[in-house]
């Protein structure tokens, strides 16, 4: 069953049940309310009858006090009390009537049989086909003479009144039903429409509409749960996202290595083909061989470079302090040859200082910024090295005045293979895997970096080391 059924129909019995039983309950109260309130005139009326009747008798003499004046007696008292349309009686003390007030088909001495000097009064329910009445009976005690008085009332009017009243609202129930039916529908509906928006809004979301997003209106826990699920949404369309530009990188790297791979073996093979197949002179073959030797040895670095950068974030490292200054100093003794060819001209403002980390990783990502920024300046440019030492980090910056790189290939640089200029690149010796490894390595070390440039005019890189803390 549905929800909105479960609301709907929950509703529904537990209003009409609660009014059901509300008015059962005043109808039923009203009952015992005018019950006991006729009750409780009977009963007055009996004592008033009662202390009238021995009143009269006590006051007349002896001689007179016999059975045959308590007719004249009991009806004198009858005329002075007010008429409220019982039936009065009295009995001798062998229970034979010598006084009626009105004709009363029936006779009922159960209660009076009752009776005695400890319980001197009472009254008794009576049904009398549809009729209902109250009798109340009393012993009363004068001289040595002992008489029975009755006195019964017709209450069939309070439980025709019941019945009325339950008539009247049997019919109001049935109105009232129909009408909170519909009220109950209406706000049922109203609740639960959120739900039901929220419901399609996921089944348009699990069919592929990734953009589609949940009203967030209302303060309730509805709209709480709205807003979990846009960013619950958000979340997985990151994460598709991030799978898909990640699927992206992984062809455009199998792509990129494979045509890294066709150019040098392309050449190896043409000029080995040619070796084998003509005739060729000393010159011709010394340049072949040479061509065939340099083509190798890049796919030798191809392959180390690419070796390096699947195992960099896959294996686990002692870290450990070094000077700042030997990594440097070690970084700038591999690059010298390059710097020498091109006459370009390094400035070190290296403060003392202290980093920790994996010695050789950490030499690799310097020589790769100087042996890139040595490929990006010209004929008798400047890299400029500058170190600080703040409180718990250490700030190092390499520059040169290069020729820069656009806004656009920075955010890419760090790819597998991604090349700004490839024709120069190749001509250098690149592959484009020595940044992709500069940002694995970094990683490894926790430390923040961050590449500022400006075409035509140089490029600087900035990296932020932290102290380690020493884990117990």
Not at 32 to 45: A, C, H, I, P, W
Not at 105 to 116: A, C, F, Q, V
């Amino acid at each position: 069953m549905k929800f909105f059924w479960k609301i709907y129909f929950s509703f529904t019995i537990l209003l009409l049940l609660s009014f059901g039983l509300f008015g059962t309950w005043m109808i039923q109260l009203t009952f015992e309310k005018s019950y006991q309130q006729v009750l409780e005139d009977g009963e007055r009326e009996n004592r008033m009858f009662q202390l009238s009747f021995e009143m009269n008798l006590n006051a007349l003499d002896e001689v007179y006090r016999t059975e045959e004046i308590v007719p004249i007696t009991a009806s004198s008292i009858i005329r002075n009390l007010s008429d409220s349309g019982g039936t009065y009686r009295i009995y001798n003390s062998s229970q034979e009537l010598l006084y009626e007030s009105r004709k009363y088909d029936s006779s009922d001495d159960t209660l009076r049989n009752m009776l005695d000097e400890q319980t001197p009064c009472g009254h008794q329910l009576l049904r009398r086909g549809e009729d209902t009445y109250l009798m109340f009976a009393c012993r009363s005690a004068v001289d040595k003479h002992v008489y029975y008085l009755e006195n019964i009332k017709n209450i069939s009017n309070i439980y025709t009144d019941r019945e009325n009243y339950y008539d009247w609202y049997i019919t109001v129930m049935l109105i009232l039903s129909a009408v909170t039916t519909v009220l109950v529908f209406v706000v049922t509906h109203m609740l639960t429409r959120s739900i039901a928006e929220l419901s399609q809004t996921t089944r348009r979301f699990t069919r592929g509409d990734y953009g589609v997003r949940a009203s967030e209106d209302g303060g309730d826990e509805i709209a709480d749960l709205a807003c979990d699920f846009n960013d619950m949404a958000d979340t997985i369309s990151e994460k598709m996202d991030e799978l898909t530009m990640q699927a992206k990188r992984q062809e455009d790297f199998t792509a990129s290595f494979a045509h890294e791979l066709k150019t040098p073996l392309t050449s190896i093979i043409g000029y080995a083909d040619m070796l084998r197949s003509v005739d060729c002179t000393k010159e011709e073959t010394v340049e072949a061989v040479n061509y065939i030797l340099q083509q190798g040895k890049r796919l030798e670095n191809l392959s180390f470079k690419l070796l390096e950068l699947i195992v960099a974030d896959k294996q686990s490292y002692m870290f450990r302090p070094f000077s700042i200054q030997e990594l440097m100093d070690t970084a700038v003794r591999l690059t010298e040859v390059r710097r020498a060819e091109k006459k370009i001209h390094l400035v070190q403002e290296l403060q003392r200082g202290i980093i920790e980390g994996e010695k050789d990783l950490l030499i690799s990502v310097f020589t790769n910024f100087l042996d890139n920024a040595g490929k990006a300046v010209e004929q008798g440019g400047m890299i400029h090295i500058r170190g600080k030492e703040y409180p718990g980090s250490y700030l190092l910056c390499i520059s040169d005045n290069g020729c820069g790189i656009e806004q656009q290939d920075i955010a890419r640089i760090t790819e597998a293979f991604y090349m700004i200029d490839k024709s120069r690149a190749r001509k250098e010796g690149g592959a484009g895997l020595g940044m992709a490894l500069c940002s694995r390595i970094l990683k490894l070390h926790n430390v923040r970096w961050r590449i500022f440039s400006i075409p035509g005019k140089g490029t600087s890189i900035v990296i932020q080391f932290f102290e380690i803390e020493e884990k117990n």
